[in-house]
C-alpha cells in the first residue's frame, strides 16, 4: 500500500518562505501527474500546484508566483517552495495523485503564517 510522509510544514511569518516534502514508499512518484492541495478549517480541499509526468507545471491564481512544484526523482519526493507567504496560506497540506483513485491521504503537514 502507498504510504505519503510529509515534512517542511511549521509557522512563518508573512513574507517568509517554507519547503514540504512530500515522500512516497510503495509507488514510483514519477510515472504519476501529481498535486499538491490545501485545506484550511472548514473549506474543502483543494489543488494549488500540479505537475504532469512531462514536468509541464500549473498553479492556482492564489498562489501562482510564489509557489514552485518540482520533483526531486532520486529520493522519490515531490517538493513545494513557498515563498512570500501570507496569512492566507495558512492550512493542512497534503500531496496525491491526479487522476484515479487517490492514495491514503496521510496526515499532512500544517503550514501556519502568522506574525
Do not use: H
Amino acid at each position: 500500500q502507498v504510504q505519503l510522509v510529509y515534512s517542511g510544514g511549521g509557522l512563518v511569518q508573512p513574507g517568509g518562505s517554507l519547503t514540504l516534502s512530500c515522500a512516497a514508499s510503495g509507488t514510483n512518484f514519477s510515472t504519476y501527474a501529481m498535486a499538491w492541495y490545501r485545506q484550511a478549517p472548514g473549506q474543502q480541499r483543494d489543488a494549488v500546484a500540479t505537475i504532469t509526468s512531462g514536468e509541464k507545471e500549473n498553479y492556482s491564481a492564489s498562489v501562482k508566483g510564489r509557489f514552485t512544484i518540482s520533483r526531486d526523482t532520486a529520493k522519490n519526493r515531490l517538493i513545494l517552495q513557498m515563498n512570500n507567504l501570507k496569512p492566507e496560506d495558512t492550512a493542512v497540506y497534503y500531496c496525491n495523485k491526479i487522476l484515479g483513485a487517490q492514495w491514503p491521504w496521510g496526515q499532512g503537514t500544517q503550514v501556519t503564517v502568522s506574525a
